[in-house]
């Protein structure tokens, strides 16, 4: 396994080739709806197991109607057939440069490709970046690619200078692009080479092809990575987190994690008279950390106050540098300096200065690394070894979850297939008790990557109630991406005063210059009567204003009002888990003559 020392050795030999080839994301990512399939159990074209490249095609207009714009795709190379659970998976791959003849052709998987696009959905690949199976010919051929191994494999020595095994890797990847034109790939456990990423994302948008990679691992690689798999992650090997915050109070978690993001600075102070002192974010020294929207004299961005303890004024301090920490390898570290009563060098920067004991330090905000903020619902690793359920699903049926939490949140959502119609978990026959395939007990685990999906489910009212309210949820979010997007940046959003009679999450408002949107949930199994108190000034209306409110989860068309009559808006959510129900959502729209913005 990698270590942080052997990636920062790569990254500075890289570091010249690599940041002449830092990309932007693509627009489009933020926009994505992620959907994750396993295709052997997708499908059963032939019985358990047998699902293709072609049964999943003939899926493809089920998922247009869906609503879903992408599709991570965890099998299509050469892979073992039992390694993992007892069963054909992804993860345990023996050549990522061949198609899995199990599944299909090459011609084969790339009509499958064409048709998705056809259909205007994106496939991203699922890549095993820490090794082979140990039967792989690769081993064979090329010896000296590989040391040592983890979960049964063996891996790729990636920090032994192996320039032929870099070119085979860029090459591979590319390959898939170009030959068959998929959109971007899911690593798997780990980057490891953040370089040979921004490789494959030069070559490929060369070829013309703008792709998106994305990681399961915590830290995103800018110019390799457009995102993490999960910023927030609703799942976990147990199904629903059920007391995440994010259930309670989506607007308060993200503005926390963003302040988060934001506070983490590293503060170097140097001395006239003695050697530096570097104090990290974690520091007690750090007193607080606070924002103003009033700029620096001389700058655009807000401003940022610093208090410090402990800092003798007995030294004469010369400079404070103030650095904002990054995860990963980052081009776009910043840092500011604060001189001391030094204006030749910095003539609009407060200097900074004592108030008792304290020390504060004034600079222009540094604001946190703007990235695509990914939610993950559910993915193939619910269940997993020990888990004492019977079903690994996330949402169960659950409209609040789905809507108020994921669909409808500013955050690019990611869910596993059967989700939508709230599939009644069924394991593939050969699914084994544990990760290296005890056949003693098969086909009673639950590991969610070895589900059956049973279709026939969607002929009973209940699944395809749910199904109908998840592909109305996708609809509304498509509608209204310029505000139900990955980019948190572009949205504004707030938490909302309410009174109900049942402890509800918290209501939030988005809103942009054009439009609000309104998103309320109800995780009860009662109707539930709720007033909120909406902020009409802050969501830049005036009391004079009309305007047009439309129930967006009822289709109750447009209302007009005055907008100091929305102030306190009541209205009734409908118990969760039934059709229609769990959510409410409310777009408002200032009128404008015989016309409303769109």
């Known amino acids: ?261 934001r506070s983490r600075y590293q503060i170097k102070i140097n001395y006239k008279h003695k050697e530096s002192e570097l104090i990290q974010a974690n520091d007690k020294r750090i007193l607080s950390i606070s924002f103003s929207e009033t700029p620096v004299a001389g700058y655009d961005q807000n401003s940022t106050e610093i208090q410090l303890a402990g800092i003798p004024k007995s030294d004469s301090i010369s400079k404070i540098t103030v650095t904002r920490l990054s995860e990963g390898f980052d081009f776009y570290e910043m840092n500011y300096t604060a001189w001391a009563n030094d204006k030749n060098k910095h003539p609009n920067w407060p200097a900074f200065f004592y108030k008792g004991r304290t020390l504060f330090v004034k600079i222009p905000d540094i604001p946190p690394m703007k990235e695509i903020t990914s939610l993950q619902i559910s993915c193939h690793d619910g269940g997993w070894e020990g888990f004492s359920g019977v079903n690994p699903y996330t949402v169960q049926g659950s409209r609040c979850v789905m809507g108020y939490s994921g669909l409808l949140s500013p955050a690019l959502p990611i869910f596993f297939s059967g989700e939508e119609f709230n599939s009644h978990y069924r394991p593939l026959p050969r699914l084994c008790s544990n990760l290296y395939g005890d056949t003693s007990k098969t086909g009673s685990k639950c590991w969610m990557y070895g589900a059956w999906l049973d279709w026939s489910q969607l002929d009973e009212q209940d699944h395809a109630d749910m199904f109908n309210d998840v592909k109305k949820m996708i609809m509304i979010r498509k509608q209204q991406k310029a505000l139900m997007n990955g980019d948190y940046f572009l949205t504004h959003i707030l938490s909302l005063e309410y009174k109900c009679e049942q402890a509800i999450p918290i209501p939030y408002v988005m809103w942009n210059e054009d439009k609000a949107i309104v998103v309320a949930g109800n995780n009860t199994d009662e109707d539930v009567s709720c007033t909120i108190f909406i902020p009409i000034y802050t969501i830049g209306l005036k009391e004079k204003d009309e305007v047009i409110v439309t129930d967006l989860w009822n289709d109750v068309k447009k209302q007009v009002y005055s907008a100091k009559n929305i102030h306190t808006f009541s209205f009734t959510i409908k118990k969760d888990k039934v059709a229609k129900g769990g959510l409410a959502i409310f777009m408002i729209e200032k009128k404008i003559g015989d016309f409303q913005l769109q």
């Open 1 to 261: 396994m990698r270590t942080k020392l052997s990636v920062i050795i790569f990254l500075i030999s890289f570091a010249p080739s690599f940041s002449q080839q830092i990309l932007e994301t693509p627009a489009w990512a933020k926009d994505l709806i992620i959907y994750e399939i396993a295709p052997k159990g997708f499908t059963s074209p032939d019985g358990p197991e047998s699902g293709t490249f072609n049964s999943l095609k003939e899926k493809i207009p089920y998922l247009k109607d869906l609503g879903v714009n992408g599709i991570w795709l965890t099998g299509y190379s050469w892979s073992d057939t039992s390694h993992f659970y007892g069963i054909w998976t992804q993860y345990a791959c023996i050549r990522p440069d061949s198609i899995d003849a199990s599944l299909g052709t090459p011609d084969d998987f790339r009509k499958l490709i064409e048709k998705a696009h056809d259909f205007g959905i994106r496939i991203f690949l699922d890549v095993i970046t820490h090794g082979v199976m140990k039967n792989s010919p690769l081993i064979k051929q090329h010896p000296l690619w590989f040391k040592g191994g983890s979960w049964g494999m063996i891996d790729y020595d990636w920090f032994g200078l192996h320039k032929d095994l870099d070119d085979w890797w860029v090459n591979t990847w590319v390959n898939y692009v170009e030959t068959y034109g998929v959109d971007g790939f899911r690593l798997d456990c780990d980057i490891y080479r953040p370089d040979l990423w921004a490789a494959i994302k030069y070559r490929s948008k060369m070829a013309r092809h703008e792709i998106v990679v994305f990681e399961e691992g915590p830290v995103r690689f800018s110019g390799a990575t457009d995102f993490r798999q999960y910023s927030i992650n609703l799942a976990s090997h147990e199904g629903l987190v059920l007391n995440h915050p994010f259930l309670k109070d989506v607007c308060d978690y993200l503005n926390r994690y963003y302040d988060y993001e």
